[in-house]
């Protein structure tokens, strides 16, 4: 059984580019949510969707976004990228979310 | 509102010594437990989960954590420790609200283990 899968693996942006990641989930896995992780801050949350519909949304500016799409596949965008949104972004899915998330391998952001 | 705290931010075990990693949480609601690892440079795994069921919870690799709801304590342990154990380990709390699930992660625990 695949995993869920991020893309890219890493990525390299300039200061006020915007930025896609894609997550596709465990087939089946409804539930996707989106995670920032630095050696500053830590773990945090980002947000979380099921079946097309943000559920949750961390405490992140504007400028972080995404959607998901019928097949349960999720983007997040970042648009007007700074310095600090260096880090590496995780992306888990879960077939309701109640149960634990199987976490994907991540997308290390670098902003230059 | 829900926190999670790891007492430790870094552990460091001998080869063959028993491992304890600590957590104290907070929830609103009746929360979900997990213990996750995180290997370098590699996404996280579950090691382990509570929900509401036994109070013992048994993982993969050999760990365990109790869930003992009057100290809001959520402690994972191991009896002896293997180099391959050397990671950081993320305790995670769901609260399972009306508006969906958020996770809330401890700020970690990194464990060394010496030869």
């Known amino acids: 059984k695949a995993g869920v899968t991020q893309t890219p693996r890493y990525l390299i942006k300039t200061r006020g580019q915007q930025v896609t990641l894609s997550c596709s989930p465990i087939?089946?896995?409804?539930?996707v949510s989106w995670y920032q992780q630095t050696p500053g801050q830590g773990l945090q949350f980002l947000f979380e969707?099921?079946?097309?519909?943000?559920?949750n949304k961390g405490n992140f500016p504007g400028r972080f976004s995404g959607r998901q799409f019928s097949n349960s596949r999720s983007e997040m965008n970042v648009s007007t990228l700074e310095l600090g949104d260096s880090a590496l972004y995780l992306c888990?899915?879960?077939?309701?979310?109640?149960?634990?998330?199987?976490f994907g391998s991540g997308t290390r952001l670098t902003v230059v | 509102a829900q926190s999670v705290t790891q007492l430790d931010s870094h552990v460091s075990v001998s080869e063959g010594t028993p491992v304890l990693l600590r957590c104290n949480y907070s929830s609103s609601y009746s929360p979900s437990l997990f213990w996750y690892v995180q290997h370098p440079n590699k996404g996280l795994q579950l090691l382990l989960k509570?929900?509401?069921?036994?109070?013992l919870v048994k993982g993969i690799n050999g760990f365990e954590a109790e869930f003992k709801k009057s100290e809001t304590s959520f402690h994972l342990t191991k009896p002896s420790a293997h180099m391959s154990d050397a990671a950081e380990y993320f305790c995670?709390?769901?609260?399972?609200?009306?508006?969906?699930?958020?996770?809330?992660f401890g700020g970690g625990t990194r464990l060394m283990v010496k030869p």
């Open positions: 888990a899915s879960s077939p309701t979310g109640a149960y634990g998330y199987t």
């Open positions: 995670v709390v769901i609260d399972n609200n009306n508006a969906g699930n958020m996770l809330t």
């Open positions: 509570y929900t509401s069921a036994a109070t």
């Open positions: 087939s089946g896995h409804r539930s």
């Open positions: 969707y099921f079946s097309e519909t943000q559920r």
